[in-house]
């Protein structure tokens, strides 16, 4: 492979992490972890753990699947796809809790470190990292083919970090001035996520039937 290609390749990787970051699942979930951080760049910090997690969960997946050419197991996109569902529905849930108690003592709680990460590695192991994976067998080499898993695993988290800034600004600044309109916008993401939730579960009844 050229420079040229390898050039693109990268390109490529980058542009599709950075819309995988932009999926309705992954917008959804990382926002209810946004809205119980009080700075924007906490906010920001976020979104780059929980693409870390999706990050390394990708290396060490498509990392052990090429390197020991195994093929994807079938049913694993199926099954990760159910597990986020039930993932978003307990972030939503969680904020809705928040929400509630926050009326109560006056603020809301914050989540811990790994929790981003965490729920970052349930994403990285659904139904789309797993098409990733797929894609990435068409390399020329395992090496290539590895290397493009990591660079899309870097869009990805760059495209969270930002995302997570352009929404964690905004919220912030809401929050720390009208009290009331943050826990309205908190309530809209809850509902969201456990929309996004009952889409996916749809989508997988439909499949099945």
């Known amino acids: 492979m050229d420079a040229g290609s390898f050039l693109s390749l990268l390109a490529v990787g980058v542009l599709l992490g950075l819309r995988h970051a932009l999926e309705p699942d992954h917008v959804a979930a990382v926002v209810n972890l946004v809205t119980q951080q009080n700075n924007p760049w906490k906010a920001a910090g976020v979104g780059a753990l929980w693409g870390l997690g999706h990050l390394l969960i990708l290396a060490a997946v498509g990392g052990v699947i090429l390197a020991l050419h195994l093929p994807l197991p079938r049913g694993l996109s199926a099954a990760m796809e159910l ?4 993932a978003l529905a307990w972030l939503g849930l969680g904020t809705l809790r928040t929400w509630k108690r926050s009326s ?29 994976l797929l894609a990435s067998s068409q390399m020329p080499s395992p090496l290539w083919a590895f290397l493009y898993v990591l660079v899309f695993g870097a869009g990805a988290l760059l495209g969270m970090f930002l995302m997570s800034l352009a929404v964690g600004a905004p919220f912030v600044l809401v929050a720390g001035r009208v009290r009331y309109l943050q826990r309205l916008a908190s309530v809209g993401v809850a509902l969201g996520s456990l929309a996004a939730a009952s889409a996916i579960v749809w989508d997988f009844l439909r499949g099945a039937a």
């Open 104 to 132: 109560f003592v006056g603020r809301s709680p914050r989540s811990s470190l790994l929790s981003p990460p965490f729920w970052g590695v349930i994403h990285g192991l659904s139904g789309s990292a797993a098409l990733v």
């Open 83 to 86: 597990v986020v569902a039930l």
